[in-house]
């Protein structure tokens, strides 16, 4: 059975932090490209960060850079966003995303809630 599961989303000050993870399970985890996204209400899902499968190569979305870093630790089939300088327009549901490096499989995790509010 394979699983993505999100962790850490909840609620924040503007200027604070917070750190998601996502434990997956039922795949060769390696092999797969790993991606955060997130969707606000009433906004399309958007690509918030990438890392390849290697680790070596990340990407951002314009909106996050300089404050969000996506990493990975293949031995425990996790990847994480790191959060920093949280702003009130950050607010969504934060979807773990895996794509196989080989055949194109994509799997979704339930995601997770973060709000960032005073």
């Known amino acids: 059975q394979v699983l993505l599961v999100e962790s850490g989303g909840g609620l924040v000050q503007p200027g604070g932090s917070l750190s998601l993870s996502c434990v997956a399970s039922?795949?060769?985890?390696?092999?797969?490209?790993m991606r955060w996204y997130r969707q606000a209400t009433g906004k399309e899902r958007e690509l918030v960060a990438g890392?390849?499968?290697?680790?070596?190569?990340?990407n951002y979305v314009d909106s996050v850079k300089g404050r969000f870093t996506i990493s990975r630790d293949n031995a425990k089939a996790t990847v994480y966003l790191r959060m920093n300088i949280l702003k009130p327009e950050d607010t969504a549901v934060y979807y773990c995303?895996?794509?196989?490096?080989?055949?194109?499989?994509?799997?979704w995790g339930q995601g997770t809630q973060v709000t960032v509010s005073s």
């Open positions: 995303y895996a794509r196989s490096s080989t055949n194109g499989i994509v799997y």
């Open positions: 890392i390849s499968v290697g680790g070596h190569n990340t």
């Open positions: 039922g795949f060769t985890f390696s092999n797969y490209i």
